[in-house]
């Protein structure tokens, strides 16, 4: 039996137990207080932040896109007023049902809140979606007035990219549409703008090419919510930068009628002026509405934009490229005389062909033109003569030469795709076809076909070098916010002038002189004489046996095989101010179909050309503004 404790030593006991109980409790106490006073004083600025972002919300607020005008500021790109709905799915609890609340408000389908629910799903909590756009003001206040039971719903002004010329400069502007996984996919731009839901860019044109300057810098807006997502006060406010205003060169009424005279053909013109380098027309047809594209184009017009033979997405201006026929001899020409293979009155005669190696290169005309000299052989557009002469002349030289006058070149333009073309030489062949280069590619080569192709763009700035004797380059913008563009190539050709007055004189004749080709085409009105060229380009091969019964007329052959149509100019002949290229695709013959039309534009240009002058854009105009004065 275990003996009770002496009270002295059970008070010994109990003594020791409260110490140490006591220390234990002070150094819990002293801990906690250390802890306490470490987050009190010093983490209290941590804290505060975090705090602060707990109730504090940081949205940007993003730009109104820049405006685009042409050359007399009429506006060919603005914006309108979008009212839309947004949503931030961490501060609506279940954004399910907030939706469906919604849809009692305002017009929302099934289909428009599983679309925003797959949209959100894909997007950090915080990120704004849209869940509804293009309402009505009434729309905006109702839901305005029912935001305490729709917690994480944001009424928003946004805008929309209106085109109000639609089809006259499709390819010119391109269109904007909502950035996509595949754009951020091939941009290194970290703009967080584009994270933005249904935030829109340039998709194409001179919305895609000066993209940055026309979307401006976001503003960021500081708002205070409540525990359930509510806005309670805006904290603060940095406003956006507008996009920058974009001035063209191109005359709005030209570019309607070029348009409107290309009509149904698959086809391109391009007008520029031969003194500075202004592009004033650049039409490419059949063409499409870019305001489709703006809030989505449907199904059906996608497949049938992409199904048309004629093409109409591409801009066949400047990436569309061609044979250009007996529109390059002036090319061939030029290199004959500047390296001294040929004199102007020197003649050469033309039988309707000439045989080499047991293959005869034909001319045009079966019968052929006789005794020819340069002269004769642009105005007649005689093929024998240019077989003759290239071989002299030599494709290096040609080349050479083609280059100097814009072919074969890349020009720089606020454009994509913008297609150098081709002036081929010997080493061309041998790297890009692994084959040697023969007397044939030459011959073809010197009357603009074979391996030889050229955009309608690079023949109106061929047109315009010869008939201006300077390296003029295109120009498509005037100026960024009333900053201009500079004008490029002043300089004069290294061309003998007397050997340019050569090629101009066969110019003038082609249209003005008894028996050129193009006399059909002829402008009768004193003082705006033209002078061009016309040209025909195959794009099938003619065989002995189709020869030998009679070559089959392009208006019996199905249309892709039938002959592009191609005709250059300048005028006034002796002052010049334009220059101008015309190809129909698949059109038939250059004199007879594209010179007309070619003739009718260069009326057109040369009538309002007194209006054509630079004007600055007006000072009341300035990026953000929804829509300027259409009266300009």
Same mark, same amino acid.
């Given at each position: 039996?275990?003996?009770?404790?002496?009270?002295?030593?059970?008070?010994?006991?109990?003594?020791?137990?409260?110490?140490?109980?006591?220390?234990?409790?002070?150094?819990?106490?002293?801990?906690?207080?250390?802890?306490?006073?470490?987050?009190?004083?010093?983490?209290?600025?941590?804290?505060?932040?975090?705090?602060?972002?707990?109730?504090?919300?940081?949205?940007?607020?993003?730009?109104?896109?820049?405006?685009?005008?042409?050359?007399?500021?009429?506006?060919?790109?603005?914006?309108?007023?979008?009212?839309?709905?947004?949503?931030?799915?961490?501060?609506?609890?279940?954004?399910?049902?907030?939706?469906?609340?919604?849809?009692?408000?305002?017009?929302?389908?099934?289909?428009?809140?599983?679309?925003?629910?797959?949209?959100?799903?894909?997007?950090?909590?915080?990120?704004?979606?849209?869940?509804?756009?293009?309402?009505?003001?009434?729309?905006?206040?109702?839901?305005?007035?029912?935001?305490?039971?729709?917690?994480?719903?944001?009424?928003?002004?946004?805008?929309?990219?209106?085109?109000?010329?639609?089809?006259?400069?499709?390819?010119?502007?391109?269109?904007?549409?909502?950035?996509?996984?595949?754009?951020?996919?091939?941009?290194?731009?970290?703009?967080?703008?584009?994270?933005?839901?249904?935030?829109?860019?340039?998709?194409?044109?001179?919305?895609?090419?000066?993209?940055?300057?026309?979307?401006?810098?976001?503003?960021?807006?500081?708002?205070?919510?409540?525990?359930?997502?509510?806005?309670?006060?805006?904290?603060?406010?940095?406003?956006?930068?507008?996009?920058?205003?974009?001035?063209?060169?191109?005359?709005?009424?030209?570019?309607?009628?070029?348009?409107?005279?290309?009509?149904?053909?698959?086809?391109?013109?391009?007008?520029?002026?031969?003194?500075?380098?202004?592009?004033?027309?650049?039409?490419? $047809? =059949?063409?499409? &509405?870019?305001? !489709?594209?703006? /809030?989505?184009?449907?199904?059906?017009?996608?497949?049938? *934009? +992409?199904?048309?033979?004629?093409?109409?997405?591409?801009?066949?201006?400047?990436?569309?490229?061609?044979?250009?026929?007996?529109?390059?001899?002036?090319?061939?020409?030029?290199?004959?005389?500047?390296?001294?293979?040929?004199?102007?009155?020197?003649?050469?005669?033309?039988?309707?062909?000439?045989?080499?190696?047991?293959?005869?290169?034909?001319?045009?005309?079966?019968?052929?033109?006789?005794?020819?000299?340069?002269?004769?052989?642009?105005?007649?557009?005689?093929?024998?003569?240019?077989?003759?002469?290239?071989?002299?002349?030599?494709?290096?030289?040609?080349?050479?030469?083609?280059?100097?006058?814009?072919?074969?070149?890349?020009?720089?333009?606020?454009?994509?795709?913008?297609?150098?073309?081709? $002036? =081929?030489?010997? &080493?061309?062949? !041998?790297?890009? /076809?692994?084959?040697?280069?023969?007397?044939?590619?030459? *011959? +073809?080569?010197?009357?603009?076909?074979?391996?030889?192709?050229?955009?309608?763009?690079?023949?109106?700035?061929?047109?315009?070098?010869?008939?201006?004797?300077?390296?003029?380059?295109?120009?498509?913008?005037?100026?960024?916010?009333?900053?201009?563009?500079?004008?490029?190539?002043?300089?004069?050709?290294?061309?003998?002038?007397?050997?340019?007055?050569?090629?101009?004189?066969?110019?003038?004749?082609?249209?003005?002189?008894?028996?050129?080709?193009?006399?059909?085409?002829?402008?009768?009105?004193?003082?705006?004489?033209?002078?061009?060229?016309?040209?025909?380009?195959?794009?099938?091969?003619?065989?002995?046996?189709?020869?030998?019964?009679?070559?089959?007329?392009?208006?019996?052959?199905?249309?892709?095989?039938?002959?592009?149509?191609?005709?250059?100019?300048?005028?006034?002949?002796?002052?010049?101010?334009?220059?101008?290229?015309?190809?129909?695709?698949?059109?038939?013959?250059?004199?007879?179909?594209?010179?007309?039309?070619?003739?009718?534009?260069?009326?057109?240009?040369?009538?309002?050309?007194?209006?054509?002058?630079?004007?600055?854009?007006?000072?009341?105009?300035?990026?953000?503004?929804?829509?300027?004065?259409?009266?300009?």
């Amino acid at each position: 039996m275990r003996r009770p404790a002496k009270p002295g030593r059970l008070r010994q006991m109990l003594t020791r137990r409260t110490i140490l109980l006591a220390g234990l409790q002070a150094g819990v106490i002293g801990t906690l207080g250390v802890q306490m006073r470490r987050i009190a004083v010093e983490q209290n600025q941590s804290f505060r932040l975090l705090a602060e972002e707990n109730r504090v919300n940081i949205r940007l607020i993003p730009p109104v896109r820049g405006l685009v005008f042409d050359r007399l500021g009429k506006p060919l790109a603005y914006n309108e007023p979008n009212y839309k709905i947004d949503m931030v799915r961490e501060q609506s609890g279940d954004p399910e049902t907030v939706l469906r609340r919604l849809a009692t408000i305002i017009p929302i389908t099934e289909e428009d809140i599983a679309s925003a629910l797959e949209e959100m799903s894909k997007r950090r909590g915080f990120v704004p979606v849209t869940v509804a756009e293009d309402l009505d003001w009434e729309h905006i206040a109702a839901v305005s007035a029912n935001a305490p039971a729709l917690p994480g719903i944001t009424p928003e002004l946004g805008h929309y990219r209106i085109y109000p010329q639609a089809d006259d400069f499709a390819h010119i502007l391109g269109f904007v549409g909502p950035v996509s996984d595949y754009d951020l996919s091939q941009t290194d731009d970290d703009d967080p703008l584009l994270l933005i839901p249904r935030f829109q860019i340039g998709k194409n044109g001179i919305e895609r090419r000066i993209e940055k300057p026309l979307r401006g810098k976001s503003g960021v807006k500081r708002i205070e919510v409540n525990s359930i997502g509510r806005v309670m006060r805006v904290l603060g406010r940095e406003e956006s930068q507008p996009g920058a205003n974009v001035q063209l060169t191109i005359d709005n009424r030209l570019q309607r009628y070029a348009m409107e005279r290309l009509g149904k053909e698959s086809a391109a013109a391009v007008v520029m002026d031969v003194r500075n380098g202004d592009i004033v027309a650049l039409a490419s $047809a =059949p063409s499409f &509405d870019p305001n !489709k594209f703006v /809030r989505g184009i449907s199904t059906t017009d996608w497949n049938a *934009l +992409n199904t048309d033979t004629y093409k109409p997405m591409l801009n066949k201006t400047v990436t569309g490229t061609y044979p250009p026929g007996s529109t390059f001899k002036m090319v061939t020409a030029l290199a004959a005389l500047k390296g001294g293979f040929v004199k102007p009155d020197d003649k050469v005669y033309c039988g309707g062909y000439l045989e080499l190696h047991n293959r005869r290169f034909h001319c045009w005309r079966r019968g052929g033109h006789g005794k020819v000299d340069m002269h004769d052989s642009l105005k007649k557009s005689c093929d024998v003569y240019y077989y003759e002469v290239c071989q002299e002349v030599g494709i290096e030289n040609i080349s050479a030469m083609a280059k100097e006058l814009g072919i074969g070149v890349e020009h720089e333009l606020e454009l994509p795709a913008v297609r150098e073309g081709l $002036a =081929p030489t010997k &080493d061309w062949k !041998k790297r890009r /076809r692994d084959a040697d280069w023969v007397i044939g590619d030459t *011959l +073809n080569a010197s009357i603009g076909q074979g391996f030889v192709l050229a955009s309608p763009m690079q023949l109106a700035v061929m047109t315009a070098r010869i008939a201006s004797g300077t390296k003029i380059s295109p120009r498509l913008v005037n100026a960024i916010d009333n900053r201009p563009h500079p004008v490029k190539g002043r300089e004069p050709l290294d061309i003998d002038p007397e050997h340019l007055d050569v090629v101009r004189k066969g110019m003038y004749g082609v249209v003005n002189e008894r028996g050129g080709t193009a006399g059909r085409s002829r402008i009768r009105k004193e003082g705006w004489d033209m002078a061009g060229k016309t040209g025909t380009s195959q794009v099938r091969f003619i065989t002995k046996e189709e020869r030998a019964r009679g070559v089959i007329r392009n208006s019996d052959l199905p249309w892709e095989r039938r002959d592009h149509a191609l005709f250059v100019a300048y005028a006034p002949a002796d002052n010049p101010r334009f220059s101008i290229s015309v190809v129909v695709e698949h059109g038939g013959g250059g004199s007879s179909v594209a010179a007309p039309i070619a003739k009718d534009i260069m009326l057109e240009a040369l009538e309002l050309s007194e209006d054509m002058d630079y004007r600055s854009l007006p000072t009341d105009v300035r990026a953000g503004r929804e829509r300027p004065d259409d009266k300009a």
